[in-house]
């Protein structure tokens, strides 16, 4: 076999891997069907309400209210269980900066709790240790698109009388139990960010089951007004966060393609999975017996260096890349590594109680890992490629592999 490529040898792969979003004239039909009808805005019956009743079906909600994004539908979903100053969220530190900036823009303080380092999640068997009587939600993220354990965490929300808000942000047509995330703890919210599986280059919604917490969600959306109201009564202090009808009729286009694509991710992901577990030092993450769907958002494997020859995460990521496939790095520093923590930048928002805990002293032994020396992604457009992309990559990691002496360490 040929050198590596990032020694100046000959790559594995010279073309690029299918791009994202995937379109075509129909979505460019539905969008200009709006603009040409003149009605862009969501406060009546139209494209964003019908999409919300799609979607949330999709999942098993019985209600979908969407908002512009999926960081306003965490911060709202936790202003629906009223979430007061001081109150205490339990969040993972492996996770888009997101589901922990949405707590302290609520005023309250995120705990952060370790990760199981097979699947990336919330650990269940660590959360206990982290409830206070301050404690008021439990907010689990599907990292990747593989459900966290949402028996575990909800058994133990009920024990201690706390909320369960899913962040889903990765994890549209992700199931547990055969049944949808989102719609399984109190609330659970999606983004529809341009590199989402499912996308309107901004966008999210808030799921529930609760008629209440519904009608209190969709009041927060729209300046504080009581359900369906659009005069000018204002029952609560909100903004606007409603999404147009441009981005609803991209949303109910491109859902007419999820399904087919989370199989084809399914298909391409198993078929890597066998396949890389075969290679020393390449672990693929473990998708529990009830995690029924993984949605596939990302591609995620532990690289174990001690099978490199000792190289760093960061030096197969750049041979890896050199070889032709897209890999990242993921998270690179726990969240509580990130100056808004260390340094209290939490500007008009943060409680007495957030500015006084000591972030940077954390040290959550897996997630360190994971950013640090294990966890590597690919992004999901990769896995809408063919078998033979699929074989570019397993050949790839293979042949760094073999001249695993060739990397720096
Ligand atoms: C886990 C997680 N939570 C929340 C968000 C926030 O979504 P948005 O970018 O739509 O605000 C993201 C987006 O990347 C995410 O990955």
């Known amino acids: 076999m040929a050198h590596l490529a990032v020694n100046g040898g000959p790559a594995v792969r010279a073309h690029p891997f299918p791009s994202w979003p995937v379109f ?9 069907n709006v603009v040409l009808g003149g009605k862009w805005g969501s406060t009546a ?61 609520c005023n309250a303080v995120p705990v952060f709790v370790d990760i199981d380092p097979d699947t990336y999640n919330l650990d269940p068997a660590l959360i206990e240790k982290s409830i206070n009587n301050r404690t008021r939600a439990i907010m689990p993220v599907h990292f990747a698109g593989l459900p966290a354990d949402l028996d575990r965490i909800s058994s133990i929300a009920i024990k201690h009388n706390l909320s369960v808000i899913e962040d889903s942000a990765q994890a549209h047509g992700a199931r547990w139990k055969n049944s949808g995330v989102g719609a399984q703890g109190n609330l659970g ?55 147009s009808e441009l981005q609803g009729a991209l949303l109910q286009s491109q859902f007419k393609r999820l399904e087919a694509q989370t199989k084809l991710r399914s298909e391409n992901a198993e078929y890597l999975s066998t396949q890389l577990s075969r290679i020393d030092g390449i672990d693929p993450t473990i998708v529990p017996a009830a995690a029924t769907r993984h949605a596939r958002h990302l591609y995620v494997f532990r690289y174990k260096s001690d099978s490199f020859g000792g190289s760093s995460k960061s030096h197969f990521v750049e041979a890896l890349k050199a070889e032709g496939i897209p ?66 990559i397993i050949l790839a990691i293979a042949k760094i592999r073999e001249r695993r002496s060739e990397l720096s360490s």
Not at 24 to 32: I, K, P
Not at 191 to 208: C, P, R
């Open 189 to 243: 919210t999606f983004s529809f960010q341009s590199s989402k599986n499912l996308n309107a280059g901004e966008g999210g919604i808030v799921l529930t089951n609760d008629d209440e917490l519904a009608a209190t969600t969709r009041s927060l959306v729209n300046c504080g007004r009581a359900q369906d109201g659009l005069g000018y009564s204002h029952y609560r202090l909100a903004g606007n966060h409603r999404l």
């Open 327 to 392: 890999a990242s790095p993921g998270y690179s520093i726990p969240l509580y590594r990130q100056p808004v923590f260390t340094d209290h930048r939490f500007g008009a928002y943060g409680s007495a109680e957030a500015s006084e805990i000591d972030y940077g002293a954390l040290n959550l032994v897996e997630t360190e890992r994971a950013c640090q020396d294990e966890a590597i992604w690919f992004g999901q457009s990769v896995l809408l490629g063919t078998k033979e992309d699929m074989d570019d």
């Open 45 to 105: 019956e139209g494209c964003v309400q019908t999409f919300e009743r799609q979607f949330a079906d999709y999942q098993d909600a019985r209600h979908g209210i969407c908002v512009t994004n999926g960081t306003t539908a965490l911060v709202l979903a936790l202003q629906a269980i009223d979430i007061r100053p001081g109150d205490e969220v339990i969040v993972p530190a492996y996770t888009f900066i997101a589901t922990a900036n949405a707590v302290l823009m």
């Open 24 to 32: 075509t004239d129909e979505d460019a039909d539905a969008v200009r």
